[in-house]
């Protein structure tokens, strides 16, 4: 059940957000979407205290503990092609980095992990959750996920979690204002969205901590072993087996 939501309109250089916060949802994602099918427009932000039944790639669970962290939605109508999706995937990605070089943590500190996170001293900070809906081959709507552990305390949180997860708080050894994080991010976003349709890409695999590794992956039901070599512009990865180039579209990389 939704908790009662408080809007805030601000604008920012390219895009004018319409932040609609709410104390507790089942998932940012839901709530946005059903504001997208209702026709709401590009900008809107749905940002939530707590999520009951927050998600990530592939219908994952996200810790999102009441009052701790950023769990935001963004609405996004973009002229793309559906080849283009992942772009905002890699916007998203760039954007949170963009706030850790705002927050003067150092860039040897941080990266990406293909397809969706970022990496703060190796380990997942945020992630980063694209959902579309299409006609014919036009772009309809995106919903952008973003889940930043700001000052998130993963003492109740899963033990995969726990060994895989970071918060800001738990790395710069101190609190941070949820505030000043969201408005960071969003003009961050704001800066990276206003270069379209020029493609991410370059700036992406630039952070990509992913290539040139060994990695294992699972594509499907089939697990892959090999060297990830590139990332394609439509978000590709491709992976040098010893059976030959593999190109992975979608997939979970166990390690790297």
């Known amino acids: 059940m939704l908790g009662n939501s408080a809007r805030l309109n601000y604008a920012h250089s390219a895009m004018r957000y319409d932040i609609r916060r709410f104390s507790s949802v089942t998932s940012t994602m839901d709530v946005c979407r059903g504001l997208a099918e209702q026709g709401a427009p590009e900008g809107v932000v749905v940002l939530a205290d707590e999520q009951t039944t927050g998600r990530g790639r592939a219908g994952r669970a ?6 701790q962290s950023l769990y935001l939605s963004l609405l996004l109508r973009p002229s793309l092609a559906p080849r283009q999706l992942s772009w905002l995937t890699m916007i998203g990605a760039l954007a949170v980095l963009d706030v850790l070089g705002g927050l003067q943590i150092s860039p040897s500190r941080t990266g990406l992990k293909w397809a969706n996170d970022v990496l703060l001293d190796g380990k997942k900070l945020a992630g980063i ?3 579309a809906a299409f006609a014919a081959e ?12 700001v000052n998130t305390r993963f003492e109740d949180a899963p033990a995969a979690v726990r060994a895989q997860a970071i918060s800001l708080q738990q790395a710069m ?3 941070f204002d949820l505030q000043t994080v969201l408005d960071l991010l969003l003009a961050a976003f704001d800066e990276r969205y206003a270069q379209l349709p020029a493609s991410p890409l370059p700036a992406y695999v630039a952070r990509l901590e992913t290539l040139g590794r060994r990695v294992c992956l699972r594509s499907g039901d089939e697990e892959l072993i090999g060297i990830a070599t590139r990332v394609e512009d439509d978000g590709t990865l491709i992976v040098s087996t010893s059976s030959g180039e593999r190109r992975v579209a979608f997939g979970d990389l166990l390690s790297a």
């Open 138 to 149: 036009r772009l309809e709507y995106a919903v952008l996920g973003i889940g930043l552990n």
């Open 173 to 175: 050894g101190r609190p």
């Open 129 to 131: 959750l694209v959902e």
């Open 62 to 67: 996200w810790y999102s503990p009441a009052g």
